[in-house]
């Protein structure tokens, strides 16, 4: 989730919980003010009984108004005086209607009687007010929380595009070209500061880079120059006169090293070349065809160990390095046959969203280090960096390369990029 869609959620939900808490004290409030005056203007009739009373010694007639309704009712002499505001019902004369109410129940002595008065006022118009308030806090909260909706949705994208931008130019940098990262001109100080830092990280990290490679093209050229020395010394020695058995054999163990050696610079060196994207020679590669031309180059190894092939290829192009792509299906076809059994089976699938290779073989315990540089097993020949040269390839056009074991079946899949 975005920034600014994040905040943006964060103010509407915080807005909305604030103006409802505030709402609904402000209907409180209100609703507590009205019915006060409510009280107040019973009170003040109360007051108006009782001074008539004791003015003229007899009660107000009984009436019943627009808004208000006043009665009477004897109690008994003992009876306990009682003083209540409640709510009711009022029953509209006019209308003959029952609208919400406000009651006072008190009482009066006249001539020894204690006479119970109960004072009833309508509620419509207090009601109708609250209501009215309630729907003017309504219609402001709702336009309140679109204005905030609006501003973050507009306001804040276009403030927070020049982080999009510097972002998009990060995401798209390149450190073997020369092209600084594109800002976007702000007045913000920490966007600013932000494109500042990233051009330095960006240039700090191309010169990293010019002194790394030139360092892996030194150091490739000083270690070529020595190994074929020594591979043209031996070449010498070998064809000067006979040796013992055992000169022979040191020789030989030599001979051997210094190969190994070779093969190990040459896999260094591609593995750097890949990490860094020096091989950029793409171009449309059919892949069933590939695929069938390196089964026949393995047809001797595999006619060796007696393995049994069985292939199902469809057709299935993709855009690659052919030179890399040959590299991939070298790494797996001689780890299919070099980890199989006398008499053992492979299995090749090609399918439009994947390439599963699949061989009989011995229960391996390198299954979560498998893609690990020189990750290995003891009876290996090699120097364990095949299958991460092959991860690094498919890291490089966006495969996803997998392993899985069951029981004595080991298999390779490359979910491969959609078909071009």
């Given at each position: ?103 006072l129940v008190t009482s009066v002595r006249l001539n020894g009687k204690l006479i119970e008065v109960t004072i009833t006022k309508s509620r419509v118009e207090s009601e ?45 940098f390149e450190v073997a070209k020369t092209d600084t990262i594109i800002a976007e001109p702000t007045r913000i100080d920490e966007f600013n500061e932000l494109n500042t ?193 092959s991860k690094q390839i498919c890291n490089l056009y966006g495969f996803e390369i997998s392993y899985d074991q069951k029981q004595h079946n080991h298999t390779f899949t ?7």
């Amino acid at each position: 989730m975005k920034l600014s869609a994040r905040y943006n959620r964060v103010n509407i939900l915080t807005s909305i919980f604030v103006l409802v808490i505030t709402g609904v004290l402000y209907y409180l409030f209100i609703h507590l003010i009205l019915t006060n005056k409510l009280d107040r203007d019973l009170a003040v009739e109360e007051n108006e009984i009782r001074q008539y009373t004791s003015t003229y010694q007899k009660l107000p007639l009984p009436a019943s108004y627009l808004d208000q309704q006043v009665s009477y009712k004897k109690l008994l002499a003992n009876a306990p005086v009682v003083r209540d505001f409640s709510y009711t019902t009022y029953v509209d004369p006019k209308e003959k209607e029952t609208e919400p109410g406000r009651s006072l129940v008190t009482s009066v002595r006249l001539n020894g009687k204690l006479i119970e008065v109960t004072i009833t006022k309508s509620r419509v118009e207090s009601e109708d007010l609250v209501r009215i308030i309630l729907l003017i806090t309504l219609g402001v909260t709702i336009i309140v929380l679109i204005s905030l909706f609006l501003i973050n949705r507009f306001v804040l994208n276009r403030l927070w595009k020049p982080f999009y931008v510097t972002l998009d130019g990060m995401r798209n940098f390149e450190v073997a070209k020369t092209d600084t990262i594109i800002a976007e001109p702000t007045r913000i100080d920490e966007f600013n500061e932000l494109n500042t830092s990233a051009n330095a990280m960006a240039e700090k990290v191309r010169q990293d880079y010019k002194e790394l490679k030139s360092f892996t093209d030194n150091a490739s050229h000083e270690m070529m120059t020595p190994l074929a020395v020594i591979n043209s010394k031996l070449d010498s020695l070998l064809q000067t006169e006979s040796f013992t058995e055992y000169q022979g054999a040191l020789l030989e163990d030599i001979y051997h090293a210094t190969g190994r050696l070779s093969r190990l610079h040459q896999s260094l060196l591609l593995l750097a070349k890949i990490e860094n994207n020096l091989i950029s020679d793409a171009q449309e590669i059919d892949l069933k065809d590939m695929i069938s031309g390196k089964i026949r180059q393995f047809k001797e190894l595999f006619e060796r160990d007696n393995l049994q092939i069985n292939a199902d290829l469809s057709e299935k192009k993709i855009q690659m390095s052919r030179y890399l792509a040959d590299i991939l299906l070298n790494n797996l076809f001689s780890n299919a046959v070099r980890h199989n059994i006398p008499g053992g089976q492979i299995w090749i699938s090609l399918s439009a969203e994947t390439l599963t290779i699949s061989n009989t073989g011995k229960e391996t315990r390198f299954q979560n280090r498998l893609f690990d540089r020189f990750s290995k097993s003891n009876e290996s020949e090699g120097m364990g960096l095949g299958l991460a040269i092959s991860k690094q390839i498919c890291n490089l056009y966006g495969f996803e390369i997998s392993y899985d074991q069951k029981q004595h079946n080991h298999t390779f899949t490359i979910r491969l990029a959609p078909a071009y």
